[in-house]
């Protein structure tokens, strides 16, 4: 009895609402009061420390124990020691998973529960609360993998240092250095940054007066919404794929260009989908993430801006489309703007 109650409370909307809420305003709040302090990149954060607490002279590799971090987030931390970092990533994924799982009914007359399937798209343009919950949970989870695995780097990146590798990274930005770079506002006054930005408000905007219709029903949820999955997109994929990814491969090619240009192809590929199938407008804009990365000093703070922000645009352009009254919700919203998502 107590079991299918306290099951009940945790399945409850309003209960996950009020956590999400708290858990966001708090983390906002700390973000941006951190990304604004003058001293950016200094490496104060002990709650994410890479330092090397087990065997600190041993060489770690820089792939395999980044490869289970991204599906057991959490677990190079662990061994490494680093608990106050490891114990946020697991329950980040735990939660993360916990809500994309099905609905559940909780019932007072059965051992097992029962999923309700009735609401089961995976679309991103469905604005039903709950898929958007799903969606945003497997989000989560799968951005805290990307997230411990570019820790998990970094820690390695110590080690090998001492040997001579990597000695390009002159610079560490740890992980709250990440989840802070998004309300970096300075970094909107560089022309590299609000360039491409304004190119993309502009021809968004002129779609939008080309199509004609009534005033647009936006909603609370879609910025909740659009700001949370860009943010998380924004953050976890430029420190996996700038921050890791392409940093092993100018080891191993020792070439800029080589290395920026195979770390594209390997996020473009990750953005093929059927509404997606060619993702050209990934590879151009993830080559230049990288070539902003590699032209900050294998920094990532620029890049995670400009990738969040212009996260932001283009579903916020989207689904601002999608809601004008009288337009049915379908494929459409996946093109154009949506496929230049990242």
């Given amino acids: 009895m107590f079991l299918v ?9 309003l209960v996950k609402k009020i956590i999400a809420s708290l858990l966001c305003c708090s983390l906002f709040i700390s973000n941006v009061a951190f990304a604004q302090a003058p001293d950016f990149s200094a490496n104060n954060g002990k709650f994410f420390s890479t330092e090397l607490k087990r065997r600190p002279t041993e060489a770690r590799a820089y792939f395999g124990p980044q490869v289970v971090s991204l599906f057991l ?81 970094r820690t390695a990146v110590r080690s090998q240092q001492a040997n001579g590798k990597f000695l390009f990274l002159t610079k560490e930005e740890t992980t709250d250095e990440i989840l802070s770079a998004p309300f970096a506002f300075s970094e909107i006054l560089k022309p590299t940054t609000f360039i491409p930005l304004a190119l993309l408000l ?58 920026n240009t195979a770390t594209a192809a390997v996020f473009a590929a990750g953005h093929i989908s059927g509404d997606n199938p060619v993702p050209v407008a990934q590879f151009v804009m993830g080559w230049y993430f990288g070539y902003l990365t590699q032209r900050n000093d294998w920094t990532l703070r620029q890049s995670i801006f400009l990738h969040t922000w212009w996260d932001i645009l283009a579903f916020g352009l989207t689904y601002y489309d999608n809601s004008r009254p009288g337009r049915m919700p379908g494929k459409e919203v996946m093109a154009p703007l949506l496929n230049a998502t990242f």
């Fill in 5 to 13: 109650r306290f099951g009940a409370l945790c399945n409850s909307r």
């Fill in 73 to 153: 987030p959490g677990f190079d931390q662990w061994y490494e020691g680093q608990y106050r970092a490891a114990a946020l990533y697991s329950a980040l994924y735990i939660g993360g998973t916990a809500l994309s799982a099905p609905k559940i009914r909780f019932t007072e007359d059965a051992d097992a529960t029962d999923t309700d399937d009735e609401d089961d798209s995976t679309d991103l343009d469905d604005r039903g609360s709950f898929n958007r919950q799903r969606l945003l949970g497997a989000q989560i989870a799968f951005d805290i993998g990307l997230i411990s695995a570019y820790h998990s780097f």
């Fill in 202 to 259: 502009g021809l968004g905007v002129a779609d939008l007066k080309n199509k004609g219709g009534g005033k647009a029903n936006w909603v609370a949820a879609d910025t909740f919404y659009t700001a949370a999955y860009s943010y998380g997109a924004g953050t976890s994929e430029e420190a996996a794929f700038r921050g890791w990814l392409m940093p092993v491969a100018q080891h191993w090619f020792n070439n800029k260009f080589w290395s």
